[in-house]
């Protein structure tokens, strides 16, 4: 069995700072990511985007560019549920323009939406995507695509 995820993500970055989220989950004590999640049924990834970001910070997204997509495959034996099989992810990133002041997502899956210097991003536990966004925003790969994000230490599926 395979499962899959369609996926829509912002790069928010301003004044050397990049918008993060805190995410919680039942497999692990908390890591950061962007800002984003999935694509429902029937819906724009664009206006998914703009959802997700209204959703999880409180704040407008006005996209200004896509960045790329990202593909990732991950076989059940690297997964947190092996007994569901392996996992697709496909992940739009999107650079947004961020409007208002970040609240915490009310009974929601992410909280702490916080501006994180670009430098201290590295020194975080952190969802892949973090690192494929950023490398997507700074490298502007003609293509839209960027090598795979090694997994491990800091960095996790």
């Not at 200004?64 to 697709?88: C, N, T, W, Y």
């Not at 201290?120 to 790969?141: E, H, Q, S, T, W």
Request: with cysteine; charged share 20%.
């Amino acid at each position: 069995m395979t499962t899959f995820r369609l996926g829509a993500y912002a790069v928010a970055i301003e004044n050397d700072r990049v918008l993060l989220v805190r995410c919680a989950s039942a497999f692990d004590e908390g890591h950061w990511s962007l800002p984003g999640g999935a694509v429902e049924h029937g819906e724009d990834p664009f206006d998914a985007v703009v959802r997700e970001v209204a959703e999880e910070t409180g704040c407008a997204a006005v996209v200004e560019h896509l960045l790329g997509v990202d593909s990732r495959f991950i076989p059940a034996a690297e997964r947190h549920m092996p007994e569901k099989g392996s996992h697709q992810n496909i992940g739009v990133f999107y650079q947004v323009r961020i409007t208002g002041e970040p609240r915490p997502e009310p009974n929601g899956a992410t909280s702490d939406p916080v501006w994180t210097l670009l430098t201290d991003v590295a020194g975080l536990r952190r969802a892949a995507l973090v690192d494929v966004g950023l490398a997507l925003a700074a490298g502007r790969p003609p293509t839209g695509h960027v090598a795979a994000v090694p997994v491990g230490g800091l960095v996790i599926h």
